[in-house]
């Protein structure tokens, strides 16, 4: 399915986990794709899936300038911007009162400020092409999962941050939808490997049966809110999760 040709996306965290199947599903699809990404092996790597239609930019989104470098680059390689996908997000794991503002900064700077940084240097260049973002959230969010205050924070910091623009911004063409996903990045994997017995019990409680494969099950969904068969839709939040949070 071609649903993306002649978009040209910024995806932030786009070099592994859920962004790299992001940047490969864009790009087959017909997109061209800027990853941004902190981990430069990984984006050399991704860049060489081809080498035409992927760059990669080594960058830390918690960085301001980062942003508006990686709109100034899409439009000199690609010629435009029509999509945004602020994917990265960094936190750790602790009991809410172990959390120190570090853990917070970290949160909050990776996530929800760089969301925001993206969205602002994005604006004109999206407003020109009738363009979309996809933010992320998260179920752990939704539902408030042990260990995760920052993160969840963040997370619905994003949500709300979004239905504003979606609000705001729907007059000059952007729509801005919100996708939660489960899925089996590498690093779940691994742990599905060390602990088979803990992740059969974990996916046999999602009405589904399994995680998400990044590229079969997030990266569609994503590209459908990219593409122009979502064009009637903004301010959505999509579950990408196997049927494991039903928001009403
Ligand atoms: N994996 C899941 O099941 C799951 C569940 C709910 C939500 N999410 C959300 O989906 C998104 C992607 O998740 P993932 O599991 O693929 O994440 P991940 O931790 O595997 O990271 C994805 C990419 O982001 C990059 N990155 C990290 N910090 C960065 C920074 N400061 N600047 C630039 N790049 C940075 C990493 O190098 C990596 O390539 C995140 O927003 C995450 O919160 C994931």
Redesign the pocket.
């Known amino acids: 399915m071609k649903n993306l040709e002649n978009q040209v996306i910024i995806v932030?965290?786009?070099?592994?986990?859920?962004?790299?199947a992001l940047t490969r599903v864009f790009v087959k699809r017909g997109a061209s794709v800027l990853a941004?990404?902190?981990?430069e092996d990984?984006g050399e790597e991704i860049q060489k899936v081809n080498t035409e239609k992927i760059a990669f930019l080594k960058?830390?989104?918690?960085k301001k300038e980062?942003a508006q470098e990686a709109v100034d680059m899409a439009v000199s390689k690609f010629g435009k911007l029509t999509g945004l996908v602020?994917?990265?997000?960094?936190?750790r794991q602790k009991p809410l009162m172990e959390l120190t503002s570090e853990d917070w900064d970290l949160s909050f700077n990776?996530?929800f400020k760089?969301t925001l940084n993206f969205m602002k240097a994005a604006y004109a260049e999206l407003k020109k092409n009738k363009g979309a973002i996809v933010n992320?959230?998260?179920?752990?969010a939704i539902s408030g999962q042990d260990n995760q205050a920052s993160?969840a924070a963040a997370?619905e910091a994003i949500r709300g941050l979004s239905r504003v623009a979606a609000n705001e911004w729907a007059k000059d063409n952007i729509r801005v939808n919100i996708v939660?996903?489960?899925?089996?990045?590498?690093?779940?994997a691994q742990w599905k490997e060390n602990q088979p017995e803990q992740y059969k019990q974990v996916a046999s409680k999602i009405p589904l049966k399994h995680?998400?494969d990044?590229q079969k099950d997030i990266a569609p969904v994503v590209a459908f809110l990219l593409s122009k068969d979502s064009q009637y839709m903004t301010g959505q939040t999509l579950m990408a999760?196997g049927g494991d949070i039903k928001l009403r």
């Open positions: 932030t965290g786009g070099a592994a986990g859920i962004g790299g941004v990404d902190i981990d990984a960058g830390d989104v918690s980062v602020n994917n990265a997000h960094a936190s990776t996530g760089a992320f959230g998260s179920g752990a993160y997370k939660c996903p489960l899925a089996l990045t590498e690093g779940v995680f998400g990044p999760d």
